[in-house]
């Protein structure tokens, strides 16, 4: 009996502590039944305002998508429209190049007529020494045909007058051979070439093109001899030697002088002329050959400060990249930092990937910054391209006034020589 008491004790003693842990765990289980129903009370007063959020940012999204569209659209038209600004520049500068060969040939076409006057120069002093040669010896010849005419009427006897002198051992001018012919004779050489001396009216100087033109094509040496034998009186009508009087022969040298005169006043004014239109046209070249410099070098410096302002911009540019960058990971930090205060607790499914949104937004920003720099460095270039193709203008607006005041000079220096020796001949 005894051990069933103290059995029965044992059991009761097992059963009160078993009694005991359950209710411990009881009161463990409905606190944390209570901290559940707290939390489930919290989460779903948070449920409502995490939609709210969730509208909110796909709002955001789709704003942020709209303006990124835009702005995609404004980089390709900025792409367009910088593509077609670099076509325009190139264009341009293609235009400047070729107005500049065109210049250099203008230079090449001006030393090529400086030769050629050179030419003509040298070809008209030629003219000079020759006619004073022939001078000489019709000088030689009147002097012999006045001492034969001298000693023939001393002896009685008739000369054979001497008509024409033709002198053919003149050099070659480059074009063709000239025959230049003095008539002895009482025959008086043609109207147009007769200076009249003594106050007799003189015939008008022909013109420097006249002139060109008869040196450029002088009669040629059969031609010359034809004139000479249309121009000898026949046989029949010669004036017997002595009815031919010293006066008659001095008249007659007179005239041959005076027209000698007025064709070595001629070729002198004529090369007069022809020496100052070299020196106009060697000053126009230099002029044009210094344009030409000047423009090389302005287009050498605009092109190395077009390189310099390009490299400038482009370290800008990174800069500026830079600090967008720095901007943009110092937002998203902050924007995740209060992102992460307010989730610490709660399940952060939708709001993972918002924080990505700011650095899609500063690239599209940093773009339009750099259209904005490319367009102002593009107006720039522009400018540039206007004061040049200006400069260029007034450059050969110069070089037309130069030219035209050269043919004026050139004008009133062959018309001043005209004056001077119309003066002297009516002098004498």
């Not at 007063?45 to 709002?59: A, C, S, T």
């Not at 065109?102 to 040298?122: P, W």
């Not at 009482?186 to 109207?191: A, G, S, V």
């Amino acid at each position: 009996m005894t051990l069933f008491l103290k059995k029965m004790a044992a059991e009761k003693e097992a059963l009160e502590e078993e009694n005991f842990a359950l209710k411990h765990k009881l009161e463990v289980s409905k606190t944390r039944n209570q901290v559940l129903s707290n939390e489930i009370k919290s989460l779903k007063k948070e449920v409502p305002q995490l939609l709210q959020k969730n509208e909110h940012d796909n709002e955001l999204i789709e704003a942020l998508m709209r303006e990124q569209t835009k702005l995609r659209q404004q980089l390709d038209e900025a792409q367009r429209s910088q593509h077609n600004i670099r076509l325009e520049q190139q264009n341009k500068l293609n235009e400047i190049q070729a107005k500049q060969q065109h210049e250099n040939n203008v230079v090449e076409q001006l030393k090529v007529i400086v030769s050629d006057r050179e030419m003509k120069v040298k070809v008209l002093e030629n003219e000079i020494q020759q006619l004073k040669l022939a001078h000489m010896q019709r000088a030689q010849a009147n002097r012999l045909f006045n001492t034969s005419q001298d000693v023939s009427q001393l002896q009685g006897v008739t000369p054979v007058p001497i008509q024409n002198v033709t002198i053919d051992s003149r050099p070659s001018t480059g074009f063709e051979t000239i025959d230049l012919q003095y008539q002895v004779g009482n025959e008086t050489p043609p109207e147009s070439r007769i200076s009249h001396v003594n106050g007799m009216e003189m015939p008008a100087p022909p013109s420097r093109s006249n002139t060109l033109g008869d040196l450029h094509k002088p009669p040629s040496r059969g031609q010359s001899r034809a004139h000479s034998r249309s121009n000898r009186p026949p046989s029949g009508n010669r004036p017997p030697s002595a009815g031919r009087s010293a006066g008659d022969s001095k008249g007659m040298d007179a005239q041959a002088m005076a027209q000698l005169q007025y064709q070595c006043q001629e070729y002198r004014t004529v090369a007069q002329v022809a020496e100052v239109e070299k020196d106009k046209l060697a000053e126009l070249t230099k002029v044009l050959q210094k344009r030409c410099d000047e423009a090389n070098m302005r287009l050498q410096d605009v092109q190395r400060e077009l390189v310099e302002q390009r490299r400038r911009n482009a370290m800008l540019e990174k800069q500026i990249g830079k600090v967008n960058i720095a901007s943009a990971s110092a937002s998203a930090t902050r924007s995740a930092g209060g992102m992460s205060a307010r989730k610490k607790s709660s399940l952060t499914g939708s709001g993972s990937n918002m924080p990505v949104m700011p650095e899609e937004e500063e690239p599209s920003k940093m773009s339009t910054e750099e259209l904005i720099v490319n367009l102002e460095i593009q107006r720039d270039e522009n400018e540039a391209l206007k004061t040049a193709l200006k400069t260029t203008l007034k450059a050969k607006e110069e070089d037309m006034r130069v030219y035209s005041d050269t043919i004026e000079e050139t004008k009133k220096v062959f018309l001043q020589a005209l004056r001077q020796y119309k003066q002297t001949v009516h002098g004498t």
